[in-house]
């Protein structure tokens, strides 16, 4: 099974549509089996740009279940954006960084919901198991939506809506996935320590997913026999191997300065193999 990885494209507008034309046409001369992408599509929760979004995968015989796995990330549902272009966007960035459970939780049934108008079979939220000719594929929702947006501590502030989260539920869900075919596990947040972003001297931006949570992942991972994780948020992009799990980091989807990079995973019997395609590869 050869699968292509993309994550955090960040779109924000018109021109941002047109790079993943390209990159998804990029993509399409490698001839991968299959395409997964772990969320932040969107740089903001926008409707009319995820509908453009959807007819761009449409015009490339991508909505198809056995072509393309997706999940939702962070910045799909918020309404703050993380890549600024204008001064509208830094005042976006400053008061809107939270978003009262409520409205994400809408958000969320609104993207999968104009997925499924035009492929109900791409319409499922995680978690969901998909059989694919040669593997299996597994995607959990490690999205938060807290109430308390701000931690505050002795010298700084942490913001906590970047946070990860792996529920019990899908923790005892993923563990009972077993079965012969290899499988592949899609999250949003990279199941590792890493550490906060920094803004000044007092402000931290939790990436990570909680030291418990990651313990219920990996030891539910180990259970089902996990051979790939793939994951973003972390905008950086890497293999690497916990537990005897790879793990696949691809971050960098959308960003201009690392060539828009989409990863090739070669998933075959124990092994897995990975090669970095960037714009100019």
């Not at 072509?67 to 400053?94: E, F």
């Not at 809408?106 to 319409?123: H, I, M």
């Amino acid at each position: 099974m050869v699968l292509a990885h993309l994550s955090d494209l960040h779109l924000r507008d018109a021109r941002d549509a047109i790079a993943l034309e390209r990159q998804l046409d990029r993509v399409a001369a490698l001839a991968p089996e299959h395409l997964a992408i772990t969320g932040d599509i969107l740089d903001r929760w926008n409707g009319p740009l995820l509908e453009r979004v959807i007819a761009i995968f449409a015009d490339r015989d991508l909505l198809e279940p056995q072509r393309l796995t997706l999940i939702h990330g962070n910045h799909d549902l918020a309404s703050s954006g993380g890549h600024p272009r204008s001064r509208r966007d830094l005042w976006r960035l400053a008061l809107r960084f939270w978003d009262p459970p409520p409205l994400l939780i809408n958000r969320r049934r609104r993207f999968y919901q104009a997925f499924a108008r035009r492929s109900p079979a791409l319409g499922n939220a995680p978690p969901f198991l998909k059989q694919l000719s040669g593997a299996r594929i597994a995607a959990l929702d490690t999205v938060t939506a807290p109430w308390t947006p701000i931690r505050p501590g002795r010298r700084t502030v942490s913001l906590l809506h970047g946070l990860g989260r792996v529920r019990q539920v899908d923790a005892h869900w993923l563990a009972n996935q077993t079965g012969a075919d290899p499988l592949v596990v899609l999250v949003h947040h990279y199941p590792l320590p890493v550490a906060p972003l920094a803004y000044g001297r007092r402000v931290r931006v939790r990436m990570d997913v909680p030291e418990e949570d990651r313990a219920r992942f990996w030891n539910a991972a180990e259970q089902a026999g996990v051979r790939l994780v793939l994951c973003g948020h972390v905008h950086r992009a890497r293999l690497e191997y916990h537990r005897g799990i790879a793990v696949g980091l691809n971050g960098q989807s959308g960003a201009d300065w690392a060539g828009r990079t989409a990863a090739l995973y070669k998933v075959q019997d124990g092994t897995v193999a990975v090669e970095m395609v960037s714009g100019s590869g």
